[in-house]
């Protein structure tokens, strides 16, 4: 609990006056230094790849956050903590700043016809849009889910169901449980396809 709380202030100070080397930097620096990032996540943060989540237009705490807890070791990655391990708070809020104003590529494919209503429905009655807001955009340090890759959130979703995904608030671990298999795939597969 202690190694959670010292890793949401290390996050916190990102926001602080002062701390934010942002304002400072300039934008092409910025995005030279992302180049590490968009050989995974895609150019501008919109990934390609189903099973790497895209960065772009995902709020700015969000990724400083998600970014601060790959370093901290809280939350662990083969490819991304060891990429996060000797990141400065400057560099995390570079990536923040640059990849949270990027414009999200539209989906890449479409949620199967029969699904958009029972996915709304698992969206509502589970409350998704309680904290991912009600176009499941993300606010603040939660992720915006509309059009994220289907195969990521499927991972996602099923380490939270199992309890092996580093789970911050400790709101997705019990959300998760609550959902079958099937619950499961057809979030993915509706959230994926969302614009």
Do not use: W
Request: proline letters at 6%.
């Amino acid at each position: 609990m202690r190694r959670r709380a010292a890793a949401m202030f290390a996050a916190a100070l990102l926001f602080l006056p002062g701390t934010s080397s942002a304002l400072a930097a300039d934008t092409g620096a910025i995005k030279k230094k992302a180049e590490a990032c968009v050989a995974c996540h895609g150019a501008d943060g919109n990934s390609t790849n189903d099973v790497v989540p895209s960065l772009a237009g995902q709020p700015k705490q969000f990724i400083t956050t998600q970014l601060v807890m790959f370093r901290e070791s809280n939350r662990k990655d083969p490819q991304m903590s060891p990429m996060a391990a000797n990141l400065s708070n400057a560099d995390i809020n570079d990536f923040g700043t640059y990849f949270s104003a990027q414009k999200p590529a539209p989906p890449r494919q479409s949620t199967v016809p029969d699904k958009v209503a029972a996915g709304r429905r698992l969206t509502e009655r589970n409350h998704c849009v309680s904290c991912h807001g009600p176009a499941l955009m993300g606010q603040q340090h939660i992720p915006r889910l509309a059009g994220q890759q289907r195969e990521y959130l499927r991972t996602q979703l099923r380490g939270f169901k199992a309890g092996t995904r580093f789970d911050m608030d400790g709101n997705m671990t019990p959300a998760a449980q609550a959902l079958s298999d099937t619950d499961v795939e057809i979030l993915a597969d509706y959230l994926a396809g969302m614009k």
